[in-house]
Structure formats: C-alpha cells, structure tokens
C-alpha cells in the first residue's frame, strides 16, 4: 500500500467521521465540471461553462437556503479514456455528485456509461450525438441543451419549407459528420427535397475549395455543412471568397455556434442559417444574464453550451431544495417530474430518456450593415416550438421507453 | 461536355489551379523549411508555430494599430523573422555540434509553447480577417470561378520562390551561404562571419512562414493550431523533394497541390492520404527525394 493510498484511507476515514449524522442539517454537495479546456470545443464551454455553474449557484442563493455547493474542474481533451478517468476519480475519491458540461459525444457517453454504474446525476450540455438520448439512455443521464436531431430539424426542415428543395453536403469524413448527414437528408427527403449529392471532406480540413467548386457546380439550392468547430469556419470563409452566396445558393451549417460566428466575422458569415437553443439576445431574461455573464468571462457573450450548464445546474439545485437530499435517484426523480422553467431556456420539461424539451431557433447571421455592435450576430427567422424541436420519443430506441 | 477520363474538362481544369493555389503554400512554407535545414541541419518543426505567428501578427497590427493588410505583408515577416533570429542566437545556436535530433525536439518544444500561449490568450475558435479590398470579389474564367484573392496568392508566391532560388543560385550571398552548408569551417576560413549568415538564414526562412501566415489569412481560419495542421503536410514535401533542396521543395510544393487537387475530384476521401502515399513511393524509389544528393 503506497502512501498515497494510505493518506487516501486517512482522508476518507476522516471525512466519514466529520460526515457524521450531527451535522445533517445542509446538503453538501460537489458539482464537476468536465468539459475541453484547451483543444477545439475550449471556447463554447470551457472556463465559460465553469463561470455559468458559479452563476447558478450565486442566483439560486445556494448557501441561504442551506446547500452547500463546491464546483471542480478538469479538462477530458476530447479524449473518451480521460474523460472516464476524471469521471471515475470524482465520483469515487472527491465525492463529486453531478457532472456538467461534457462536449465531444464520444466522451459523453463514457461519462454517461460511468455515472449509471455510480448511481450519479450527469446533466450535458455540450454534446450532440441523439444516441445520448436514444439507443444509449440511461435513467442517469440528462442532455439539456441540443442534439444533432434537433439541429437537423431545425434548419433543414425550415430551409426546404422557404424553398431549399435541393441539397449539396459537405461531410466530414467520421462518425459524427456523417450522422449529422444522415440526419439532416431524412429531414431533407421527409420535407419533400431531394439530396443531389455529397462529398466526404477528410477531417480535419484547411482547404475546402475543390470541394466549394464541386457543390458550386452541383447548382443545387442548399449547401449543406456537415462538419463543426475549424472545419465549419474554413468552409464558410472559403464559401464567402468563392461566392456561393452571391451565386444563389443557400449555406447551411448544421452545427455552429455563436463562438464561430465570433471568428468568422459577419463579412465571412452573413446570410448563413443556422439552429441553436439559446441566444443572449432573445428578450429581458437572456439579455440580464448574458450581460452579467460577459462582465464576468472577458466581455464574451454566452454559447447556448454554457447557458445550458448554467439552467441545467438551477435545474438541478432547485430538486435537491425541495428535496433536502442530494439522493441520486430521488433527485433525477424530481428533476423530471417537475417542469422546467429559468431565465434562459424558458419553459420545458425533461423526458424519461433524458432529453430536456424546449424551443429551438433557427436564426440568420446578419450583414455587416444590420448589426449594431459586438455580439449582434443573429437575426431570429423562426421559433421551433418544444413539442416540434425533438426527436419524438418513441422513435430514439431508448430502452427506458416503455409500449 | 468535353471531358478527360469521365471527368469534365471544366471541373479538371478548376480542381488543377486550385491545386496550384493549395501547391503556393506548401512551396513557401517548404521552401524555408529547405533553407533552414540545408544550412543549419535542423528540422524546424517550429515551422508552423512561425506561420501561425505570421497570420496572428497581421491580425493584431489591425486590431491593434488599424494597420492592414498591405501593412501586414510587409510588417510581419520582419517582425516574426527578428523574432527567429532571436531564437537561433539565443537557443539553437547553443546545440551548434550535437545530433540533429535535439534542435528538432527543441523546436518542437517550442512550438508547442507558443501554440499553447495563443491559445490561453486568444482561445481556439480563430479571428476574423477579412480580404483586402483591392482583392475582393471573383473573376470567371468560363471553367471556374477564381477569387481575385486567390489569383493574387498563387502569383506573389511564385514570385517569391522564384527570387528565394535565384537568391540562393546566382548571387554572391547565395554563393557564400551554400559554401557554408557545403563546409562551414572552410568557409569561415575565408573570412565569412558563418554564425552571423546561420543566424540570417533562419531569420529569412521563419520571414517566409510568416508571409505565407499573412497570404493565408483572409481564406484560412486565423487561430493558434493553423500551423500544426499545415506542417506535416510541409515535412512531407521536404522529404519529397529532397531534404534542404530549394529548387525540390518548390517543384515539389506545387506538384504535391496539383496531385492533392485531381484526388479531390476522384476519390475526396483520399485526399488527405494521397500525399503520404507519394511520399512512401519516392522513398522506395528514390531514398533521398526527387532532388536530394543521397551521401
């Protein structure tokens, strides 16, 4: 037995003495926030995501009503093996009750895996895959903020509607592009448009031109961008240069987020259509916290990633006041029996297989000329109503579904 | 439709010149790699940090000085150039003598603090920057559409590989510094102050990463791993053409785009293989590239 281990003892057989029943009255809890710090996700969550739970925390008036609540956090690098081993070692040695955050889906469902084996609260925020939700549910495990369904659906179900009936894909050539596709030409089809073709980019890419060149010459209606993050900005960049836009075509990114249109400038990204769950500038509520948030975290507005981590963890705070117990299974209970309402999601409620409904946008990057300042990136073209936003739930293969 | 092996002549001719294009920043980007290596014997894997740096400087003496771009294609590569010959004096200057391998793990090293700096400053999504006015827009050329930017891009480029080789080729000063990769002590023998023309070499070569940093700006995502994802491709037409070969690494650069181009076309998905498979094949073939002098 190594030291370590030995002090681990120590600090165990300690705490369960301090943990004792005299002291019973608060709820002590820890909440991890496990999310990418440093590689290409770091910027939608990150420290960002970090400073909304202390946000959700400070608002929900934690500490005055008796629950105490301490926030960690750690960087997975994308990495499913590391990501497991933090999850493992919060739950196990720091006593960590829930975690947030958590992009890049193949991490997701490591952490989901391992939260149900724990009898632990897991509340996504940043992760996509549908299957978190679907085939691999798990009673455990909430995604709060969008799934690449809900992506799909709401941009290119709205863009055949306005007459985006042929569709050109630009895919990134693993697993998540291609489902993003797969998703989005079933809604594509299902809305009566067609797929004229598609092209698998190697991932990740610097140069999208041969390909721009090629959906060019495809004269379909829509150019569909099946890719995120780097790979989303290049090809939108290039598109710009090329002008696809100009030339009548519609660009559409199926996964973007405001952090994007960020680095891409509205010169580069006017005109492109794009889903998200949350804007600041959606009315008072967005508006008050995302000031509040950028006053905080460098002046940058808030991603629907980071305001999901914030509702999620309110969400959460607000079972275990009305519980006075941070029971794993009778929180998550209680979490999804009550709807949920907060300042930025509005109203919703979570489903039995984890899935938070509440409204989507599709939104327009504005021109250069409509914006009046920084962050005044998105125009609001439609509102997706909860009920319409989601994957229905009998058709997600989730087993936790009953008939 | 006229067409060349099932493909479109249109299509071909379009994916060709693009390839050129994509060919423009392997050729500069190797070219100082070439350089670098022929005359120090140091594999720079700080090659991309170095083009990174270039694009970040032209974004920051807009955002910061409101200089623009015609500004930064001259400003940044002096700026990052001062900035690598700082790095030779100071560092690789002092593992003059010891294996090859050390100055690549130091530059490596280097690199990844640099990125690691931008990234804590800056975050990972990239900066905005647009196209200079001036070269804005698109041109058709009755089989493609060409943005003027990307005309300009290909010409500068082969302007500056061409002057980087008859620099080299046919001056005195190229004269000197290809004594000095030949034999150094000899060399300094005659009188030439070697350090001092080691120490401008990778000031030069770390100058043409930044230019093509700044060239790549406008059409590229300006962020801290831009470099990273560029150079293994850029070792890859070194190797190609021919460790520290100038006239290998551009003919090299601009064929490696032009095949990466006509793979796009056929088969997309191997795209990003198609260059290590000719890599693998030259070495079979050709064990010290297109152009190198096997020794």
Known sequence: MGVANRVAALALALAAFTGGPGQAADVKIKVGVLNDRSGIYADLGGEGSVEAARMAVEDFKAADKGIMVDIVSADHQNKPDIGANIARQWYDQDGVDVILDVPTSSVALAVSQITREKNKVFIDSGAGAADITGKQCSPNTILWTYDTYALAKGTAGAMVKNGGKSWFFLTADYVFGHSLQKDAAAIVTAAGGTVVDSVNVPFPATDFSSFLLQAQASHADVVGLANAGGDTVNAIKQASEFGLTQGGQKLAGLLVFISDVNALGLEAAQGLNLTEAFYWDLNDGTREWSKRFAARHGGKMPTMVQAGVYAGLLHYLKAVDALKSKDAAAVLAKMKATPTDDPLFGRGSIRVDGRTLHDMYLFQVKTPSESKGPWDYYKLIQTVPAADAFRPLGEGGCPLVKG | ?295
């Open chain 2, 1 to 295: 439709m006229h067409s060349i092996f099932g493909i479109p002549t249109p299509a071909l001719f379009g994916q060709l010149l693009l390839g050129l294009i994509n060919g423009a920043f392997y050729a500069m980007l190797s070219l100082g790699l070439a350089v670098i290596f022929g005359l120090l014997n140091v594999v720079n894997f700080s090659h991309g940090a170095f083009y990174m740096l270039g694009a970040f400087t032209g974004w920051l003496l807009l955002a910061g000085l409101g200089l623009g771009y015609w500004w930064a294609l001259l400003l940044s590569p002096l700026i990052v150039g001062v900035l690598g010959m700082a790095v030779e004096r100071l560092l690789l200057a002092r593992l003059k003598g010891l294996d090859p391998l050390y100055g690549l793990l130091l530059t490596f090293g280097l690199a990844l603090i640099i990125q690691g700096v931008f990234r804590n400053i800056f975050g990972v999504s990239g900066l905005p920057y647009g196209v200079p006015s001036q070269l804005a827009g698109a041109r058709n050329l009755g089989f493609m559409i060409l943005p003027n930017y990307r005309g300009w891009v290909i010409g500068l480029s082969l302007l500056v590989c061409l002057a980087t080789w008859l620099g080299i080729e046919k001056t005195r000063l190229g004269a000197t510094l290809r004594a000095a990769t030949e034999n150094a002590t000899l060399t300094e023998a005659f009188g030439i102050n070697v350090p001092r023309l080691v120490t401008l070499t990778y000031g030069f070569g770390t100058a043409l990463a930044a230019l093509a940093g700044v060239l790549a700006a406008p059409i590229y995502s300006v962020n801290p791993n831009m470099g990273a994802d560029l150079i293994i491709t850029v070792f890859v037409v070194v190797v190609i053409g021919g460790m520290g070969s100038i006239l290998g690494s551009i003919v090299t650069g601009f064929g490696l785009g032009l095949a990466e181009g006509l793979t796009r076309l056929v088969y997309p998905a191997g795209s990003a293989t198609v260059v290590f498979v000719i890599m693998i094949v030259v070495l079979l073939v050709k064990p010290a590239g297109l152009f190198g002098r096997s020794t």
